[in-house]
């Protein structure tokens, strides 16, 4: 299993999964419409996975045990290539592992699995990060799908966008997190309506606006006249929203499980807010799922 790509298919849905960075990086529909971003020049990825940060870290410094490691936004993990572990009709699984490059960065050994499956018309992305080492492995963890924006056969331009809303599963009153130079720098509100939060690309020029703790497990993404994409995930504490606001055609809806170090913080990374520690020999399970509709 060397090829740098795999196709999998089943129940007129087609998904294509890359071995770098592990991402889906095409969804068809029986039709043949793309639903997910292609990585044009306003932004070149598809589907990133976020391991061992998501966001940033002051300095992209990752400090543990009196020294400091160089830790960029987001980890390194998107950008590494991955292992296939198996490829079959209608699922694939990819393996990330430490090595000495990791270690250079990150100095804590992990397994990170990610399972993709078509089933009822629905792709399901399932990471799995194990500790298969003698200390605590600390960590955040993110998924960061780009999904066409405006939805296929929803038109074109801005417009169009703005018919597009997100209706979440349950109501959403917290705050939302905005950043500064990529650090959590304040609190902010969305314009919801209820469940419902209309999109334009105006949300976004704040850079990305954070749901720490959501209360919601899913979400539609629909446009007017009824084409839409739901979304359900398990296993993930908070919910990033992002897009360019310079008119790029793609929405984020990214699960998340941490975020960025809040302005001011530049602490041991055990220690660092949101972060989840996995004890030697334990492992947690992250799932996210989409389904077009119409």
Known sequence: ????????????????????????????????????????????????????????????????????????????????????????????????????????????????????ALAGGRLVARATVSNPGRAVLPFAFG???????????????????????????????????RLE?????????????????PLSPALFARDAAILPGVASRALRYVAEGGVALDMAWEGYRDLGLWSKPEGADFLCIEPWCGFSSPVGWDGEFLEKPGITLLKPGEKRDFTWSVMPQG
């Open 1 to 116: 299993m060397t090829t740098d790509r795999h196709r999998i298919q089943r129940d007129g849905l087609s998904a294509t999964i890359q071995a770098r960075g592990g991402e889906v990086v095409s969804l068809r529909d029986a039709q043949g419409r793309e639903w997910l971003w292609q990585a044009g020049p306003e932004w070149r990825r598809h589907t990133p996975w976020l391991f061992p940060i998501v966001g940033r870290l002051a300095g992209d410094r990752l400090r543990h045990q009196g020294r400091d490691y160089r830790m960029t936004q987001h980890g390194f993990a998107r950008d590494r290539r991955f292992t296939w572990v198996s490829q079959e009709p209608d699922r694939c699984r990819l393996r990330l592992s430490d090595d000495a490059e990791s270690r250079a960065l990150y100095p804590f050994a992990f397994t990170l699995d990610l399972d993709f």
């Open 181 to 197: 130079g990529g650090l959590v720098a304040f609190e902010d509100s969305l314009p919801l309506r209820g469940r419902e939060l």
């Open 143 to 177: 998924a960061h799908p780009a999904f066409a924006w405006p939805l296929p056969g929803a038109g074109a331009g801005d417009a169009a966008k703005e018919t597009h809303r997100l209706v979440f599963a349950q109501p959403e009153p917290g705050p939302v997190l």
